[in-house]
């Protein structure tokens, strides 16, 4: 399973992206999934998760209200739309699978992993 993220970039504060994880695996749809970020000189953060069915969704306390995270079983795509965003928002962002049937936040429940998209916001 190779999972792909995107849409990261450059952005002001208070600016908005989306980012987009796509999946060729036609069992994309089978799991939940997870965004997490890793800022230089930090560990990596849980952000947000949805189930499988896209109908439950758990976030990060600093990004609630912010950011909202949604799937697309006909696209096989898990998206993370950021507004308002913060300089302190700025990190690599990955998406991830999990083989777990109810959302987690724990990094080390997750079992696939994009290869990062860098999200980058100015003050």
């Known amino acids: 399973v190779q999972l792909q993220a995107s849409g990261g970039g450059l952005v002001q504060a208070g600016g908005s992206l989306r980012l987009s994880c796509t999946s060729s695996g036609r069992t994309f749809n089978s799991y939940s999934m997870g965004w997490f970020r890793q800022a230089p000189g930090k560990e990596r953060e849980f952000v947000a998760a949805i189930d499988k069915n896209g109908v439950s969704t758990l976030y990060e306390d600093s990004v609630k209200g912010r950011f909202t995270v949604s799937r697309d079983r006909a696209e096989f795509a898990v998206y993370l739309q950021m507004n308002s965003l913060k300089p302190e928002d700025t990190a690599v962002y990955y998406c991830?699978?999990?083989?777990?049937?109810?959302?987690?936040?724990?990094?080390?429940?997750?079992?696939?992993w994009g290869q990062g998209t860098q999200v980058t916001v100015s003050s």
């Open positions: 991830a699978r999990t083989r777990r049937a109810t959302i987690v936040r724990e990094a080390k429940l997750y079992d696939h």
